[in-house]
């Protein structure tokens, strides 16, 4: 989805980037990674997933949000900025007027082009950070990967489906998705 810069940046320098740019930038491990437009079955996908997330949780205190909205990872000292195709936050004190600042209670990314992007290097990313729930949605194939967060043994457990017309959190109480609504229309 991205093109990587090979220079180290700070924090600052990205911040005056995204205030002078209207172009989307994150920044992961001090590199800052432009952002092209998804494609139509991309956002297909996000609106459509966007939406049965938004009934689950319509009544919870959890909030979700869609891309581009930013997402400043912070823990210990560390803060990393990304643009998450889908967001929820179940603690809403991370809230300000421009984006959020924590760590997301699931984070849903819909696989493009650039694949190593959201498997590998974002995989990583948000293990890192804690993220409790990661989902990897495949537009193309019409499958996905849950990946749970193990605070044990600070690891994903990876959730094998051989069936992929529903879609089971696995830390969401009765947070199922009928994935034929999601795919429909691509």
């Known amino acids: 989805m991205g093109v990587p810069n090979t220079k180290i940046y700070t ?7 995204r205030e002078s740019s209207e172009d989307l930038y994150e920044f992961i491990d001090g590199e800052i990674i432009k952002l092209w437009s998804p494609s139509t079955m991309h ?12 009934k689950y949780f319509s009544k919870s205190k ?8 930013d997402v400043f990872l912070c823990k210990d000292n560390k803060i990393d900025v990304v643009i998450p ?3 929820v936050m179940c603690d809403k004190s991370g809230f300000d007027d421009k984006r959020y600042n924590g760590v997301p209670t699931l ?5 493009s082009s650039n694949v190593s992007d959201d498997t590998v290097r974002k995989f990583n990313l948000y293990l890192k950070y804690g993220v409790i ?3 990897i949605i495949d537009p193309k194939n019409k499958t996905f990967q849950i990946h749970t967060y ?3 043994n600070k690891t994903y457990v990876s959730h ?16 199922s998705i009928d994935m034929n609504l999601v795919f429909e229309e691509i």
């Open 133 to 135: 729930e990661y989902w």
């Open 85 to 87: 195709d889908i967001s």
């Open 150 to 152: 193990d605070e044990l």
């Open 43 to 54: 956002q297909t996908v996000a609106l459509n997933l966007g939406m049965e997330l938004k």
């Open 62 to 69: 959890c909030k979700v949000m869609l891309a581009p909205y």
């Open 160 to 175: 094998i489906q051989e069936d992929y017309s529903v879609l089971n959190s696995n830390f969401f109480d009765n947070l």
């Open 11 to 17: 924090l600052d320098e990205y911040n005056k980037l």
């Open 107 to 111: 984070i849903v990314e819909i696989l």
